[in-house]
């Protein structure tokens, strides 16, 4: 068994949240391995960096989540992975998903769309925890 701590950002552009889309059709947010002796916040800040191309300023941490799965490579080692959630602001907005990471595509999406594209329920919740810290309401005019 492997644990793994990893760190990822809820970018939101306005009332827009900034998702990637895999090799296998699945929609995520960007997130990525913490390196040895660095911050949870400060490895979310550069994996949205690598993984999407777009600069981003946090603004707070939101929650952790944490899931398992078995090695793509060995199917016998079960990985234990805690993944921690910032709310960020985007500083720039070109898209460039990192293809070495599987990565296809990258967009903006509305909050009130999310929900049709995020796959796993965590990362729904990361992006409604976010919409609170901005204060983002449903009513709000999309811009």
């Known amino acids: 068994m492997k644990y793994v ?10 009332r827009r949240v900034l998702i990637l889309k895999k ?26 960096s690598e993984e999407t191309g777009v600069t981003a300023q946090v603004l707070g941490y939101l929650d952790e989540t944490g899931y398992r799965f078995r090695n793509i490579w ?11 959630w910032y709310a960020m602001i985007a500083m720039t907005t070109e898209i460039i998903p990192l293809e070495e990471e599987g990565f296809i595509d990258g967009r903006f999406v509305d909050v009130g769309e999310i929900d049709n594209f995020l796959r796993y329920n965590d990362e729904r919740e990361m992006v409604r925890k976010g919409k609170a810290v901005l204060g983002l309401e449903d009513n709000i005019e999309k811009d």
């Open 5 to 14: 701590t990893s760190a990822g950002g809820v970018v939101f552009h306005g």
């Open 23 to 48: 090799m296998n059709g699945d929609w995520v947010l960007p997130k990525g391995k913490v390196e040895p002796k660095e911050s949870p916040e400060n490895a979310a800040a550069r994996e949205v």
């Open 74 to 84: 060995s199917q016998q080692e079960l990985i234990i992975k805690r993944v921690h």
